[in-house]
Nanobody, 117 residues
Framework: QVQLVESGGGLVQPGGSLRLSCAASGIAVRSYTMGWYRQAPGKQRELVAT???????NYATSVKGRFTISRDNAKSTMSLLMNSLKPEDAAVYYC???????????WGQGTQVIVSS
């Protein structure tokens, strides 16, 4: 059974930092492109950042320079370090694991990030 479990969300003041983590089980993480997506109330889910099996990263323009995605294949984990948080970063953040070659795509249950003073 595949599970992606996010943690690390919470309430933070504007300008603050949070680190989200995603723990994967049931899959060989090294084969997957891992990513973070977010969905704010009333908005569509959007890509935040991805990191492929080779370690190449991709960021949404809105978070570039503030967020850093990383992965540890040995521990089957992925992290998102979020700095200089803004109110518009508030959303439910979802962990994603995708292996397009074999059409596999898995999602976590999400963790909420609230950015407010």
């Amino acid at each position: 059974q595949v599970q992606l479990v996010e943690s690390g969300g919470g309430l933070v003041q504007p300008g603050g930092s949070l680190r989200l983590s995603c723990a994967a089980s049931g899959i060989a993480v090294r084969s997957y492109t891992m990513g973070w997506y977010r969905q704010a109330p009333g908005k569509q889910r959007e890509l935040v950042a991805t990191i492929n099996s080779g370690g190449d990263t991709n960021y949404a323009t809105s978070v570039k320079g503030r967020f850093t995605i990383s992965r540890d294949n040995a521990k089957s984990t992925m992290s998102l370090l979020m700095n200089s948080l803004k109110p518009e970063d508030a959303a439910v953040y979802y962990c994603n694991a995708e292996w397009p070659l074999v059409r596999l795509n898995f999602w976590g249950q999400g963790t909420q990030v609230i950015v407010s003073s």
